[in-house]
């Protein structure tokens, strides 16, 4: 397999950010070298690793940097010197540090992970090289954190010269498209020639974008002040564009069985149907007039035909109206909320940041690999008395925490190893031939310039960023430039085969510990969606906007690994949305049931929940089990009944519906590529 597949030349922005990056460089070196730090370089290389497209990328990264690098340093400088006549118990807690760093960062999952990860290394980096001399200790921190903050320093600085890139316009357009994507899904499905969902691409694109514009939000806050301001307001947008986005899957999927069941009801209720479709499509603001007005006829027609709930198309009906009242409510909230970010206002309610699914078992075996590769290449160190057996361990430390999270982090290591050796050789020309001819700064600058641009430039392709970027940071790494040039052919070799036997320790360990590759990764996604399941049936998860949150941020997981599951992708970010919305109405039933239902009625429906925490827990029961216990609890509401059912009793009725369908349509073929998790569809 060749290293980079395909080459895409770099824009004419992508050459701007490559001479930004090289002017923040070459600033940072410069000053490093009039200080007479120890490691010059360093603070250039931190530029390099630093340095984003859009400004308040590089801000936000660059705050993390520094506090995970603070805390790192306070570590190495508490540990080092009082364990320093220990060696084996020093590299237990420095390992035991970043195994510890590396879960927190996993499951933490948002951008401020990367302080964590960095606290990580960082003692790594620092403690390992002073093991031999633990009296300086305090000073080789201090220079580290002054290396490393006078490079991020560099980067913060040069952003504000002309042609930067900030994120806040950037999220805003993402947002105002967003709503102008979901905007036009949602004409699409309240029209009569809709093909279904699954003939198109939107709900995929949608949540696509949904997480483009979380990513950015996180940055958005370090280079706009309104969005700062604002932030409340995206948080709530994006928790009820999720539900839209689960409401109107809901309405197609209800359209289709009644089409399916009763034409006659189709025709019926396609009026509304399509006049919620036209509202939607507006885009003069009347104040959510307009909405208000349909909902309250709609509300109107469910209560009018409401006593005929005995026959399933007339549950169905009732369901669809219902749906469009959420619907259209979802949206209203939706266009307020994009109004509110426009003019930078924080959102009248507080609301966090949407919830995120976290796989602590993974990210635990994550942190005892990194835990155990350490202790690998540390005791290696030991016992070989090899003079750069440190660099070694650090290098096992910095692999592990970059690619724990990744599917196949054992590939990514390879890739990195690779560009390890070519890094080795481009050093070599430099140390050995270049800079012993080199006098003066503004030499070095034009013969680094040779190299960091292009690279950078490359760099700056995401396509591409993977393989250039470690390229380039190795390369600078080996080529150590420093305040008084020293040129050691033993040392250099050391270091360079310390890189690769790193890298090779880290690669061996993620063959062993390896998290499975994506097929592996999607079943943990599924599975984790079934115990969320199994919580609302237990009555210990009753807030929506949570488990929304979860499950979108699942889907979101699965769908970026879409391009490895090939056919399976579709059915399986089918069947997380299904999870979605059974646990929803599951809630919906649980609430009735607590608070608005007869004491009888919430007794079977008490009886049901416990039923179906059977069927989540176990994967003996398949979905026709599910769709029985379901079908029984209907008839237990609809027996016995002479006069009209109360509200509560037809919106359960209407609840226990549309989880009947979702379950059902879980089961369709080509909708659960594997046979053995049939039991598990839900």
Request: glycine share 8%; charged share 20%; net charge neutral.
């Amino acid at each position: 397999m060749a290293l980079l597949p395909s080459i895409t030349l770099p824009s004419a922005r992508d050459w701007i950010f490559s001479g930004r990056t090289f002017a923040a460089g070459m600033l940072a070196l410069f000053i490093a070298l009039q200080m007479d730090l120890p490691r010059p370089y360093w603070s250039m290389v931190t530029v390099y690793i630093v340095s984003q497209p859009l400004a308040g990328m590089a801000r936000s990264k660059g705050v993390y940097r520094i506090l995970g690098t603070v805390c790192g340093a306070i570590f190495a400088v508490a540990a080092v010197p009082t364990l320093a006549n220990a060696p084996e118990l020093l590299t237990l807690a420095i390992a035991g540090w970043i195994g510890i760093c590396l879960y927190l960062s996993l499951m933490d999952g948002t951008p401020r992970s990367y302080a964590f990860i960095l606290a990580g290394y960082t003692a790594a980096i620092i403690g390992f090289p002073s093991v031999d001399a633990p009296q300086g200790m305090f000073d080789t921190a201090l220079a580290r954190s002054e290396e490393i903050i006078l490079g991020i320093l560099c980067v913060i600085a040069v952003g504000y010269l002309p042609f930067s890139q900030r994120v806040g316009p950037l999220l805003q357009q993402r947002l105002d498209r967003w709503v102008a994507d979901a905007r036009g899904w949602a004409a699409a499905v309240l029209s009569d020639n809709y093909a279904g969902w699954a003939a198109s691409n939107d709900v995929q694109r949608l949540i696509a974008d949904a997480v483009d514009i979380d990513t950015l939000q996180a940055h958005a806050r370090y280079d706009t002040p309104d969005l700062r301001r604002a932030e409340s307001a995206i948080f709530q947008l994006q928790g009820r564009m999720q539900q839209f986005f689960s409401a109107l899957l809901s309405i197609d999927d209800t359209l289709a069985e009644i089409k399916d069941k009763s034409p006659e009801e189709l025709a019926r209720v396609m009026p509304l149907v399509r006049e919620a479709g036209a509202l939607v499509r507006r885009e003069e603001d009347d104040g959510g007039a307009a909405g208000r007005d349909l909902r309250q006829r709609l509300w109107q027609h469910i209560m009018q035909n409401g006593q005929d709930m005995q026959s399933d198309a007339a549950v169905l009906s009732r369901s669809l109206l219902s749906q469009l009242r959420m619907l259209l409510k979802l949206w209203d909230a939706c266009l307020d909320l994009q109004n509110l970010i426009h003019h930078g206002q924080a959102a009248k309610q507080r609301y966090r940041r949407p919830a995120r699914h976290r796989d602590a078992r993974l990210a635990a075996l994550s942190g005892i690999a990194c835990f155990s590769a350490i202790l690998v290449s540390a005791s290696f160190w030991i016992l070989a008395a090899w003079p750069e057996g440190n660099t070694a361990c650090m290098e096992v430390a910095i692999i592990c925490c970059f690619f724990a999270a990744l599917d196949n982090p054992a590939a990514a290591a390879i890739g990195w190893l690779h560009t390890s050796i070519i890094g080795t050789l481009v050093a070599s020309v430099y140390m050995f031939l270049l800079l012993p001819h080199i006098d003066g700064f503004p030499g070095l600058a034009l013969a680094l310039g040779c190299l960091m641009l292009p690279l950078a430039a490359f760099m700056a392709v995401p396509s591409q960023n993977s393989f250039f970027l470690p390229l380039l940071i190795n390369s600078l790494t080996l080529i150590t430039i420093q305040s008084r040039f020293t040129l050691d052919i033993e040392v250099f070799i050391n270091t360079a085969f310390a890189l690769c036997i790193g890298t090779g320790i880290a690669v061996v360990t993620f063959r062993l510990t390896g998290n499975g590759g994506a097929v592996k990764v999607v079943q943990r996604l599924i599975r984790a969606g079934r115990d969320d399941l199994l919580l609302v049936a237990r009555g210990r998860s009753d807030n929506a906007d949570a488990f929304i949150g979860r499950m979108a941020d699942r889907i979101s997981r699965l769908l970026a690994r879409s391009p490895l599951l090939g056919d399976d992708a579709g059915p399986s970010i089918r069947r997380l949305l299904r999870q979605m919305q059974i646990g929803l109405h599951m809630m919906q039933l649980q609430k009735l049931r607590r608070h608005q239902l007869p004491p009888l009625v919430a007794l079977k429906l008490q009886r049901l929940m416990e039923t179906l925490d059977g069927y989540f827990v176990s994967d003996r029961l398949g979905v026709d089990d599910g769709i029985a216990v379901l079908d029984a609890a209907t008839a237990q509401i609809r027996d016995g009944r002479d006069g009209p059912l109360h509200k509560a009793e037809a919106e359960a009725l209407i609840a226990l519906s549309r989880m009947r369908s979702n379950l059902r349509l879980v089961a369709k073929p080509g909708n659960t590529p594997d046979p053995k998790q049939q039991g598990a569809a839900a």
